[in-house]
C-alpha cells in the first residue's frame, strides 16, 4: 500500500498569509488591537479584504494563528534535545542552554512579543505562554526533586510561583527593550530560580553579625 505524502502548501498561499501575518503585527505597533480591522489588515498587506476571508474567519483568527505559531515554536526551542538536565550542574552559576533558548526566542521575536505582551496585554497569548512555562517548569521540577520533601512548599504551589515569576520577567524584559542579553537574563533566572534573590540569607547574615559584631 503506497504511503500517503504530507500535502505541500502552495507557495502562494504560505506568502499571502506571512503578508497577513506581518501587517497584523505592523498595526499593533501602532494601533490597540481592538482598533483594528480586517480592512486594516488587508490594506498593510496589500491584499483584498476578500482574499483575507479565504485564509482566515476573522481578526481573531489571524490572531490566534500567530500565536500559536509562536508558542509552537517557543515550545519546541525550551524542549531539551541533546542535553541531560541530570548532568547538568545547576548549582555551578553558569545557565543552562535551554534557558539561554528561551530569552533568544524571545529577542529574535522581539516585535510580536511586544505587540502581544506590552503594548496589547492580549489574554489568549498570556495564558498560553502562562501555560508553556507551567509545562516546562513542572516538567523540570518533577525531574530534578521528584521528592517533595526537597521541596519548601507544595509542589503544585512551588510550580505556581517559579511559573509566575517567569512570566513577569519575560514581560519587564521585553517592556524594558531587553536591557541585559540573552545569557545574562538566563544567568539570573537560573539562580533567582534555584538561590532565590539573596546570595546570603538575611537571617543567615543577622546570625553571622549578632556572633561576630566586631567584623572579621
Given at each position: 500500500m503506497?504511503?500517503?505524502?504530507?500535502?505541500?502548501?502552495?507557495?502562494?498561499?504560505?506568502?499571502t498569509q506571512r503578508l497577513l501575518k506581518n501587517a497584523l503585527f505592523d498595526l499593533l505597533e501602532e494601533h490597540n488591537?481592538?482598533?483594528?480591522?480586517?480592512?486594516d489588515i488587508a490594506d498593510r498587506a496589500t491584499v483584498?479584504?476578500?482574499?483575507?476571508?479565504?485564509?482566515?474567519?476573522?481578526?481573531?483568527?489571524l490572531a490566534n494563528q500567530c500565536i500559536a505559531d509562536l508558542l509552537a515554536e517557543l515550545s519546541e526551542s525550551i524542549r531539551s534535545s541533546t542535553e541531560d538536565p541530570m548532568q547538568f550542574d545547576f548549582h555551578s552559576g553558569k545557565?543552562?542552554?535551554?534557558?539561554?533558548?528561551?530569552?533568544?526566542?524571545?529577542?529574535?521575536?522581539?516585535r510580536q512579543y511586544q505587540a502581544l505582551l506590552v503594548q496589547n496585554r492580549i489574554a489568549a497569548f498570556?495564558?498560553?505562554?502562562?501555560?508553556?512555562?507551567h509545562n516546562f517548569i513542572s516538567a523540570g521540577i518533577n525531574m530534578?526533586?521528584?521528592d517533595d520533601s526537597n521541596l519548601s512548599a507544595r509542589r503544585e504551589v512551588v510550580i505556581k510561583y517559579v511559573e509566575?515569576?517567569?512570566l513577569e520577567l519575560i514581560i519587564w524584559w521585553v517592556e524594558n527593550q531587553m536591557p541585559y542579553s540573552e545569557e545574562e537574563m538566563a544567568e539570573m533566572l537560573m539562580n533567582l530560580s534555584i538561590l532565590g534573590?539573596?546570595?546570603?540569607?538575611?537571617?543567615?547574615?543577622?546570625?553571622?553579625?549578632?556572633?561576630n559584631p566586631d567584623g572579621p
Open positions: 503506497a504511503s500517503v505524502q504530507p500535502q505541500r502548501l502552495d507557495p502562494r498561499v504560505i506568502r488591537y481592538e482598533q483594528v480591522t480586517v480592512q483584498k479584504r476578500a482574499t483575507f476571508y479565504l485564509h482566515y474567519n476573522d481578526k481573531q483568527d545557565p543552562h542552554p535551554i534557558f539561554i533558548r528561551m530569552f533568544k526566542h524571545v529577542s529574535q521575536n522581539f498570556t495564558a498560553g505562554l502562562l501555560d508553556v512555562l530534578t526533586e521528584p509566575s515569576a517567569f534573590p539573596y546570595r546570603v540569607r538575611p537571617f543567615e547574615k543577622l546570625n553571622q553579625i549578632k556572633n
